[in-house]
């Protein structure tokens, strides 16, 4: 048999698609899903094994920006939100994919039927419910039972379940008339497979701790936030140890043997014997004490703790520092402690590096906890830590000398965030960077603050030569994912430096291997120009995200006010052309709109100015040798999607046609028909293509070919290209997929 033959029969066998389904998003099997019905049968029910209901997803899109860049590449699950939506159509959709469900979350209360997914929702591994329940409301009662329900048919194979704001009522307090006590503590008392449990704003009276217990003896990750203990109804440690299934076995056994000695009673057995991960944020007011010899002293395996409390918070550090001192935690490598630099001394932070069993992976001490770092300190951390750390958190810690060792010195390092480090620091050192696997960094990289025009050229060469410097140093950190130039401390900046430009002159150039590089977030003060826009968008192939306020704030004259504005808002709009966005700055919906207002009169009416303005000589060149047959690809991913899947195509709809049933296509030409499919909001495709590429760009959209109708071409004229001295004829696809 022929190779080829048999691996083209190997793709269609299931157990090998199953394989290759389980690296892919849910974009991409869906992708799958349309190529035949035998690979519709294996990967369209991965296409509905994660499902969002309530909200749209955390990174949402920008509509008037046409940004889906930030997005796509993520997609690994689906949203189904009300909005435009008949809640029993909706609820009517995900009961016919419930056998495929895996992963359920809802992010809002919606209808009381919400739950009510059907006796064929029996194989959910993970759920996730954000509340808080509607006591106030008629259907409270359906709204329990439901939930309820869900939870209970699903306990056999329910390995994750996080609950977030269920029980804001005071479980002290007697119940208003009609609804139900329902606790998911004692839903979960039934389930065997549960590992790991997340604990948000929740109540947890006396009665239900021995469920919780039982609950938690099989946990391996816990969670709790701001959750309240009732220990009113918790009996006495003694009592406890006395009334143990081990006490009670060697008193019955003493007494068939009365002339011997009866032995003590055996310890009582941990509440916690497989736990690895736990997170505690915001403790209770009252009984500290007694929550911390409840929780953490009881956890003989755990690997991670994560201790998170406001800086007024009864808490006493001793406790946890003592746990750590006595060995109770012989396999702890990752620390974070977020409290208040006057509940944790330098002495309790020497016992931490003296006395951990294992060397620590991640070290983390936030808001304060660590104000200063000492030689003493530094020196133990180094010699013991410094292999095998992952992450550490030098935000409060003055000194750039010991940022600058620890990039130098932890090989294994993924995470660091830190105040500054400056490019005079870096350059005397003369250490290269050791850390090559870091994923995510954190801190203002500075250089010397910019000079005036007339400043002497050699002032200007040293300044570059500093950003070279720091840019050599990150070109070296090709795993890297996401960088930050600011610092956590916005008060500590320095009045002679000021943060790295991202600019080709200053080094920008020597990044080009940073392919994985996802998010950028820029500080104040950045002088970026178009040339270093275009070389971003053409180098950092997998950058999704640029944060921050401004891409360029030259200090323009007052005549030039609206130019450097309209300059601003150019850089923006060409990042959200190639599908980067930019979150959490100025340029948001409206922007243009502000600025007309401020400005007044005169100003462009049309974005369309922005781009048909001349473009300098030595740009043409630049953009001409980096991207002679550039793809834009700008898209609008709607809020909802109600049908995912099709036999062999997708089926493409004008956008009146949204919201409503698509009926089925009829077969025609041998084409294949299409099932009934609800459309909520299309989702809208623009290419922008050279004519001699336009063939290879239909390939890359996947353009069905059986309905070649649907399609609308239409020929447009580039005036970007006509004013660079080209005449090509730009064609445009516009097309309206569902996803």
Not at 163 to 185: A, C, H, T, Y
Not at 432 to 442: E, I, N, S, T, V
Not at 469 to 490: D, E, G, K, N, V
Not at 545 to 550: C, D, K, L, T
Request: proline share 7%; aromatic share 8%; charged share 25%.
């Amino acid at each position: 048999m022929h190779p080829c033959s048999f691996t083209s029969q190997a793709l269609f066998l299931p157990e090998v698609l199953f394989r290759i389904g389980c690296y892919l998003d849910a974009d991409h099997a869906l992708s799958c899903s349309q190529v035949c019905s035998t690979w519709y049968l294996n990967f369209v029910p991965l296409v509905w094994a994660n499902l969002h209901i309530g909200q749209p997803k955390p990174h949402a899109i920008d509509r008037k920006k046409k940004q889906r860049g930030e997005l796509e590449p993520r997609i690994r699950s689906i949203d189904l939100v009300s909005e435009g939506c008949n809640p029993a159509d909706r609820l009517a959709i995900i009961r016919s994919k419930a056998s495929w469900l895996r992963s359920l979350t809802f992010h809002e209360n919606l209808s009381p039927q919400q739950f009510a997914l059907g006796k064929e929702c029996t194989q959910l591994q993970a759920i996730s419910i954000t509340g808080p329940f509607p006591f106030n409301d008629d259907y409270t009662r359906d709204y329990f039972d439901s939930c309820k329900a869900l939870i209970k048919q699903n306990r056999s194979r329910l390995t994750s379940l996080r609950v977030d704001r269920m029980q804001l009522i005071n479980v002290f307090e007697k119940l208003p008339q009609g609804v139900p006590r329902w606790s998911p503590i004692l839903s979960c008392a039934g389930h065997s497979n549960l590992t790991e449990l997340h604990l948000i704003y929740c109540n947890i009276p006396g009665r239900q701790l021995k469920p919780f217990w039982k609950i938690c003896e099989r946990l391996e990750k816990l969670t709790l936030d701001n959750v309240t203990f009732d220990y009113s109804r918790l009996p006495p440690q003694e009592q406890i140890q006395n009334n143990s299934k081990a006490a009670r076995a060697a008193r019955k056994k003493a007494a068939r043997r009365p002339n011997k000695k009866t032995p003590p009673p055996p310890p009582p057995p941990k509440r916690f014997p497989n736990l690895r991960e736990l997170t505690v944020k915001e403790l209770p007011c009252g009984g500290p004490e007694r929550f911390l010899k409840l929780i953490i002293a009881d956890c003989p395996r755990l690997e991670s703790l994560d201790w998170n409390t406001h800086m007024y918070s009864p808490v006493h550090v001793e406790h946890i520092i003592s746990h750590i001192v006595d060995g109770t935690w012989p396999f702890l490598d990752r620390i974070r402690l977020d409290l208040c630099f006057f509940h944790f001394s330098q002495d309790q932070f020497v016992s931490i590096l003296q006395h951990t069993r294992k060397p620590l992976k991640v070290l983390s001490f936030n808001h304060g906890s660590l104000p200063f770092l000492t030689e003493r300190n530094f020196s133990i951390m180094k010699e013991r830590h410094f292999p095998t750390l992952q992450e550490i958190d030098l935000s409060y810690i003055k000194g750039e000398c010991w940022v600058q060792d620890v990039l130098a010195s932890c090989p294994s390092l993924e995470i660091i965030s830190g105040i500054r480090l400056s490019a005079v620091t870096v350059m005397e050192d003369k250490r290269p960077w050791a850390c090559l696997g870091l994923k995510r960094l954190h801190m203002s990289l500075e250089i010397s603050k910019g000079l005036p025009e007339d400043a002497p050229e050699a002032i200007r060469e040293k300044r570059q030569q500093e950003g070279r410097a720091l840019c050599a140093q990150l070109a070296t950190l090709r795993t890297l994912r996401s960088i930050s130039l600011t610092t956590a401390q916005p008060c500590s900046s320095v009045p002679d430096k000021e943060p790295l430009p991202l600019r080709l002159e200053m080094g920008l150039g020597l990044l080009a291997g940073q392919t994985q590089l996802e998010s950028i977030n820029l500080s104040k003060g950045q002088d970026m120009d178009r040339n270093d826009i275009f070389w971003i968008v053409e180098n950092f192939t997998s950058l999704r995200m640029i944060s921050g306020e401004r891409l360029n704030s030259r200090k323009e004259e007052p005549k030039a006010f609206k130019d450097k504005y309209l300059w601003d808002y150019e850089l923006a709009m060409i990042l959200n052309r190639h599908g980067i966005a930019t979150p959490s700055s100025i340029y948001k919906d409206g922007y243009l709109d502000d600025v007309r207002h401020l400005l007044g009169k005169g100003w462009p009416e049309t974005d369309d100015l922005l781009y048909v303005e001349e473009e300098p000589a030595a740009l043409e060149e630049s953009v001409q040798a980096t991207a002679p047959e550039e793809i834009i690809q700008t898209a609008v991913l709607e809020d909802a999607v109600q049908a995912l899947e099709t036999e062999d195509t997708i089926q493409i709809v004008d956008s009146e046609e949204a919201g409503r049933v698509v009926e089925p296509v009829e077969a025609d030409q041998g084409v294949e028909p299409m099932e009934a499919v609800q459309v909520v909001e299309p989702l809208a495709t623009t290419v922008v293509v050279p004519e001699e590429t336009f063939q290879a760009v239909v390939s890359d959209v996947a353009v069905p070919t059986a309905v070649p109708e649907e399609v609308a071409l239409m020929v447009e004229h580039d005036e970007r290209n006509q004013t660079a001295g080209t005449e090509e004829v730009a064609q445009t696809i516009q097309l309206e997929e569902i996803v």
